[in-house]
């Protein structure tokens, strides 16, 4: 027996070597992946942080741009900070704020950041007005614009425009309507009426009544485009057309007194918001047909847009309704709710008495401004302003002819990374 025990030592000294080394190489195989794990990321915790801070870099040369040029239009451009490309976004201005974002990709690691830049009145440094397309402005007796206008088209009518005018482009002409500062236009004829200067286009007539001086000059009034672009539309459109909003959804906002929260998410058919119902939009929503609203309805921005503005866009028709409430997210600075139609229609919006606290826009159609309501803000192709409606915005196209009226500074509003 002593023997066999003797004989069986050397065994037992292998299998529990081969046990430690089984062991130990356990342990080594775990230390290895752990600290290869960690050294990954650390390098993922460093390219972020590389790519974070090109994102932010974008967003400081955009907001230096602008200081420089406010009237600057929509821009995209890359940046390169040490060897990253932030890809930088400056939009045209919509509801007096330009949700600006850069996005950097470090080797797979992406940052994005927004930042909402919004009108100040504080500090004023430029001065802004309504800006209205080809299809041109129309007012009727009583209407009033609180501020400038700038005009691809023709101004009629018999309304008033509380500061400076001016209609781009050879031909066009200023008839009929009181402008109570100065004006600039290719002919301004008999019934208007300038209380301040007046400058025409050689060739053109100046037959309305001008109370300051009256100047010539050879230049054609440069044309403004509309600010938001088409991409920037088929942007939102796209967008929104990842997901179909719930038929649930739909239906239920057809009924009174509801509450639904809807969105980023398209609309095949008509939207109708029934009478008494509140509908919280929490991502773009884009109708293929009409949008109705009854009376005492509500459509707001869920409080996740912060200070960021929000769109619902149609290629149908809008009726805003009566005594209606729409606004941005609530209690937040800069926020909005962009109601935009690409309808070429004659009404391609029609805003009723009560109606307030949105940007109304049309890209191709007309917007009409019914008895009674007064607009913070209205953008298009074609606007008609009925009897006793105003327009008192807070936001518009930048132009250096503009000496008057409504001014503004800028100011970040909302910095924020998504």
């Given at each position: 027996?002593?023997?066999?025990?003797?004989?069986?030592?050397?065994?037992?000294?292998?299998?529990?070597?081969?046990?430690?080394?089984?062991?130990?190489?356990?342990?080594?195989?775990?230390?290895?992946?752990?600290?290869?794990?960690?050294?990954?990321?650390?390098?993922?915790?460093?390219?972020?942080?590389?790519?974070?801070?090109?994102?932010?870099?974008?967003?400081?040369?955009?907001?230096?741009?602008?200081?420089?040029?406010?009237?600057?239009?929509?821009?995209?451009?890359?940046?390169?900070?040490?060897?990253?490309?932030?890809?930088?976004?400056?939009?045209?201005?919509?509801?007096?704020?330009?949700?600006?974002?850069?996005?950097?990709?470090?080797?797979?690691?992406?940052?994005?950041?927004?930042?909402?830049?919004?009108?100040?009145?504080?500090?004023?440094?430029?001065?802004?007005?309504?800006?209205?397309?080809?299809?041109?402005?129309?007012?009727?007796?009583?209407?009033?614009?609180?501020?400038?206008?700038?005009?691809?088209?023709?101004?009629?009518?018999?309304?008033?425009?509380?500061?400076?005018?001016?209609?781009?482009?050879?031909?066009?002409?200023?008839?009929?309507?009181?402008?109570?500062?100065?004006?600039?236009?290719?002919?301004?004829?008999?019934?208007?009426?300038?209380?301040?200067?007046?400058?025409?286009?050689?060739?053109?007539?100046?037959?309305?009544?001008?109370?300051?001086?009256?100047?010539?000059?050879?230049?054609?009034?440069?044309?403004?485009?509309?600010?938001?672009?088409q991409s920037q539309i088929d942007l939102w459109k796209s967008s929104a057309s990842v997901t179909s909003c719930s038929s649930v959804d739909v239906n239920k906002l057809k009924g009174n007194n509801q509450y639904v929260s809807m969105g980023p998410c398209k609309v095949n058919g008509n939207l109708v918001v029934?009478?008494?119902?509140?509908?919280?939009?929490?991502?773009?929503?884009?109708?293929?047909?009409?949008?109705?609203?009854?009376?005492?309805?509500?459509?707001?921005?869920?409080?996740?847009?912060?200070?960021?503005?929000?769109?619902?866009?149609?290629?149908?028709?809008?009726?805003?309704?009566?005594?209606?409430?729409?606004?941005?997210?609530?209690?937040?600075?800069?926020?909005?709710?962009?109601?935009?139609?690409?309808?070429?229609?004659?009404?391609?919006?029609?805003?009723?008495?009560?109606?307030?606290?949105?940007?109304?826009?049309?890209?191709?159609?007309?917007?009409?401004?019914?008895?009674?309501?007064?607009?913070?803000?209205?953008?298009?192709?074609?606007?008609?302003?009925?009897?006793?409606?105003?327009?008192?915005?807070?936001?518009?196209?930048?132009?250096?002819?503009?000496?008057?009226?409504?001014?503004?500074?800028?100011?970040?509003?909302?910095?924020?990374?998504?």
């Open positions: 027996m002593i023997k066999f025990i003797d004989n069986q030592k050397g065994y037992i000294v292998s299998i529990v070597t081969i046990f430690v080394l089984i062991i130990m190489l356990s342990v080594a195989v775990s230390m290895s992946f752990l600290i290869t794990n960690r050294q990954k990321n650390t390098t993922s915790t460093i390219l972020s942080s590389q790519a974070y801070y090109a994102s932010e870099s974008g967003i400081e040369d955009a907001l230096l741009r602008l200081k420089k040029t406010p009237q600057l239009s929509s821009s995209n451009f890359n940046l390169n900070v040490n060897n990253v490309t932030a890809v930088v976004d400056i939009p045209a201005v919509v509801g007096g704020s330009r949700n600006i974002t850069s996005q950097a990709n470090n080797v797979g690691m992406v940052r994005k950041l927004q930042v909402a830049y919004r009108m100040d009145g504080v500090s004023t440094q430029f001065y802004y007005g309504i800006q209205v397309g080809a299809g041109g402005l129309s007012m009727d007796g009583n209407s009033e614009i609180m501020g400038n206008v700038f005009s691809d088209g023709n101004i009629s009518g018999s309304g008033t425009i509380d500061n400076d005018a001016i209609v781009s482009g050879n031909g066009n002409s200023i008839s009929g309507v009181n402008v109570k500062g100065n004006a600039m236009v290719y002919s301004c004829l008999s019934g208007a009426t300038i209380d301040g200067n007046l400058v025409y286009v050689t060739g053109g007539l100046h037959t309305c009544t001008v109370a300051g001086t009256t100047t010539a000059q050879d230049g054609e009034i440069a044309l403004a485009p509309l600010p938001i672009p029934g009478n008494g119902t509140e509908l919280t939009i929490t991502g773009t929503i884009y109708v293929t047909g009409n949008i109705t609203f009854d009376q005492h309805t509500t459509a707001k921005l869920s409080s996740s847009y912060g200070t960021l503005g929000g769109v619902l866009i149609t290629d149908g028709l809008v009726d805003t309704g009566t005594k209606n409430i729409f606004s941005g997210s609530p209690g937040q600075e800069g926020s909005y709710l962009l109601i935009l139609s690409t309808n070429s229609s004659e009404i391609a919006i029609s805003i009723k008495n009560g109606s307030n606290g949105a940007v109304f826009y049309t890209s191709n159609g007309g917007i009409v401004i019914k008895n009674g309501v007064s607009v913070v803000e209205a953008t298009g192709y074609k606007i008609k302003i009925e009897n006793n409606a105003s327009i008192e915005y807070s936001a518009g196209i930048v132009n250096i002819y503009f000496l008057s009226g409504p001014g503004s500074g800028w100011k970040a509003t909302g910095w924020q990374e998504y």
